[in-house]
Nanobody, 115 residues
Framework: QVQLVESGGGLVQAGGSLRLSCAAS????????MGWYRQAPGKQRDLVAT???????NYADSVKGRFAISRDSGTNIVYLQMNSLKPEDTAVYYC?????????WGRGTQVTVSS
């Protein structure tokens, strides 16, 4: 069982920045992939960005150049730095951990971008 604790959401004006954090604990393994997904009201949950334990990253086209995912070396703590935020970035952001065929999700943190 892997537990994920997210933090850092909130309300920000368009053009502003936020930083999300997610810490995984419990039965974690290496290699693994952690990432962020988001779900706006009435829409499906979509990929935002992922990072592997080896450092490889993947981004949704809509956030490339604005968001950056990173992780503390040798730990299961990941960050999502979100810059130049737009109203369409408003959603609940969920942290995901995946390893050895098993997946865990965090409870989500709300990000609201006002115009």
């Amino acid at each position: 069982q892997v537990q994920l604790v997210e933090s850092g959401g909130g309300l920000v004006q368009a053009g502003g920045s936020l930083r999300l954090s997610c810490a995984a604990s419990g039965s974690t393994f290496t290699p693994n992939t952690m990432g962020w997904y988001r779900q706006a009201p009435g829409k499906q949950r979509d990929l935002v960005a992922t990072i592997s334990s080896g450092g490889g990253t993947n981004y949704a086209d809509s956030v490339k150049g604005r968001f950056a995912i990173s992780r503390d070396s040798g730990t299961n703590i990941v960050y999502l730095q979100m810059n130049s935020l737009k109203p369409e970035d408003t959603a609940v952001y969920y942290c995901k951990y995946a390893s050895s065929g098993r997946t865990s999700w965090g409870r989500g943190t709300q990000v609201t971008v006002s115009s």
